[in-house]
Antibody, heavy 115, light 106 residues
Framework: EVQLVESGGGLVQPGGSLRLSCAASGFTFINYWMNWVRQVPGKGLVWVSRINSEGNNVFYADSVKGRFTISRDNARNTLYLQMNSLRVDDTAVYYC????????WGQGTLVIVSS | IQMTQSPSSLSASVGDRVTITCHASQDVITSLNWYQQKPGKAPSLLIHDASNLETGVPSRFSGSGSGTDFSLTISSLQPEDIATYYCQQFETVPITFGQGTRLEIK
C-alpha cells in the first residue's frame, strides 16, 4: 500500500523558515517523480513544486521560486521542502503527491505563518 | 494552463445523474485527473488520464473527454458523494487545478 506521511509543519513567524518532510513507503520511491501541493483551508488546490526521480530536475510555482527548495533522499525514501522567507500567504496545508500525475496524496501538514 | 470547472456548486437529489465539466485553456490531451475531497481529508483520486477509473472507486463514477473539454459524471448520486470535486491537468508544468465543485445533497 502506498503511504505518504508529511511532517514538519507548524507555526512560524513571517520571514522564518521550515523544512517539510514526506516519508514514502509501499512503493519504489526512486522510480517516481514527486510533488508538493498546498491548500489554504477552505480554498482550492495549488501546485507548489516537482522533482524528478533522480533529484536533478526541479520545478517551482512562480509564487515560491527563489524561496522554496524541493529535494529528495532516495536512500531514505524521503521528500523534502525547504521553505525560507515565509510569508503570511504561505499559510496552508502542504501535501506531497506521487508521480507525474500526482495521483497519490499524503494526509498533509499544516503550516501557519503568523506573527 | 487555466482549468475552469462548472458549476462551482451543485445541489442534487440521491439517485440523480450529476455531471461536472472542466475546460482547459490549452490542449492537455488526456493528461487530466479528477479528485474527490471530503472535509478535513486529502484529495482522493477518482479518475486518471481523463477516463480511467481508479482502482476501488465505485463504478457510478466515470470520466470522459480529451483535448480541452472534460466531464465527470456520477450516474446515481449517493449520500456519501457529498464532497468537493477538482479536475487537474498534468500535461504541462505548472500543474493546475480547477477551482472545485462543491456537491451537496438536496
Amino acid at each position: 500500500e502506498v503511504q505518504l506521511v508529511e511532517s514538519g509543519g507548524g507555526l512560524v513567524q513571517p520571514g522564518g523558515s521550515l523544512r517539510l518532510s514526506c516519508a514514502a513507503s509501499g512503493f519504489t520511491f526512486i522510480n517516481y517523480w514527486m510533488n508538493w501541493v498546498r491548500q489554504v483551508p477552505g480554498k482550492g488546490l495549488v501546485w507548489v513544486s516537482r522533482i524528478n526521480s533522480e533529484g536533478n530536475n526541479v520545478f517551482y510555482a512562480d509564487s515560491v521560486k527563489g524561496r522554496f527548495t524541493i529535494s529528495r533522499d532516495n536512500a531514505r525514501n524521503t521528500l523534502y521542502l525547504q521553505m525560507n522567507s515565509l510569508r503570511v500567504d504561505d499559510t496552508a496545508v502542504y501535501y506531497c503527491t506521487r508521480g507525474v500525475s500526482g495521483g497519490d496524496w499524503g494526509q498533509g501538514t499544516l503550516v501557519i505563518v503568523s506573527s | 494552463i487555466q482549468m475552469t470547472q462548472s458549476p462551482s456548486s451543485l445541489s442534487a437529489s440521491v439517485g440523480d445523474r450529476v455531471t461536472i465539466t472542466c475546460h482547459a485553456s490549452q490542449d492537455v490531451i488526456t493528461s487530466l485527473n479528477w479528485y474527490q475531497q471530503k472535509p478535513g481529508k486529502a484529495p482522493s483520486l477518482l479518475i486518471h488520464d481523463a477516463s480511467n477509473l481508479e482502482t476501488g472507486v465505485p463504478s457510478r463514477f466515470s470520466g470522459s473527454g480529451s483535448g480541452t473539454d472534460f466531464s465527470l459524471t456520477i450516474s446515481s448520486l449517493q449520500p456519501e458523494d457529498i464532497a468537493t470535486y477538482y479536475c487537474q491537468q498534468f500535461e504541462t508544468v505548472p500543474i493546475t487545478f480547477g477551482q472545485g465543485t462543491r456537491l451537496e445533497i438536496k
